[in-house]
């Protein structure tokens, strides 16, 4: 099992294969804090979430194939 860095970790300190998920999970975040935000950019942002993590569970997937073969 791998420790994922802090959600507050700088991007430039993320590999980079991490840092669209880190990216849109951190745009949430701001979203959340802003009182009047809009629900449309708030599901915008979590959709990004969510192809992020989709993104990153298929790269995850093949790296696993290929040591594997």
């Known amino acids: 099992m791998v420790k994922l860095p802090t959600w ?3 991007a430039w300190r993320l590999a980079r294969e ?7 999970v951190n745009r949430v975040h701001e979203l ?5 935000a ?3 950019e708030l599901a915008s942002a979590q ?3 969510a192809v992020a993590a989709v993104e ?3 790269l ?3 790296m696993q ?3 594997a073969g």
């Open 47 to 49: 959709r990004a979430v």
């Open 8 to 10: 507050d970790t700088p």
């Open 32 to 36: 959340e804090a802003i009182p009047d």
């Open 60 to 62: 995850v997937d093949a």
């Open 38 to 40: 809009s629900p449309v």
């Open 18 to 24: 991490l840092r669209p998920l880190y990216a849109a």
């Open 65 to 67: 194939l290929f040591e």
């Open 56 to 58: 990153l569970t298929r």
